[in-house]
């Protein structure tokens, strides 16, 4: 069973910076998508970006323009760059992959990395 292993987690103020990375356990054959979705405490899991193996990517309204999500194929690794922190991004963000071929179907989450944004 592969893992998704996050990391980048941390507490920035109001304006900040952070980097999460998404790394699987072993390398993931075929073509997939790699998104991200996040969970505040008391709501539901949502989605924040996603990119397919195409390199097409989508975001979320309220992100777009301040969060960029990324992958290296090669080294297996996606990444979400996120800009212009502000509090209501304060979340757990949990990487998610998830084939893109209907013939072997897969998918896996990361266990989550914690991003708090302080005012």
């Known amino acids: 069973q592969v893992e998704l292993l996050e990391s980048g987690d941390g507490s920035v103020q109001a304006g900040g910076s952070l980097r999460l990375s998404c790394a699987p356990s072993?390398?993931?054959?075929?073509?997939?998508?790699v998104a991200w979705y996040r969970q505040a405490p008391g709501a539901q899991r949502a989605f924040v970006a996603s990119?397919?193996?195409?390199?097409?990517?989508n975001y979320e309204p309220s992100v777009r323009g301040r969060f960029t999500i990324s992958r290296e194929n090669a080294k297996n690794i996606a990444f979400l760059q996120m800009n212009s922190l502000k509090p209501e991004d304060t979340a757990r963000y949990y990487c998610?992959?998830?084939?893109?071929?209907?013939?072997?179907?897969?998918?896996?989450w990361g266990q989550g990395t914690q991003v708090t944004v302080s005012p």
């Open positions: 998610n992959v998830q084939s893109e071929d209907p013939w072997r179907p897969y998918d896996y």
């Open positions: 990119i397919t193996s195409g390199i097409m990517v």
């Open positions: 072993s390398p993931i054959a075929g073509d997939n998508r």
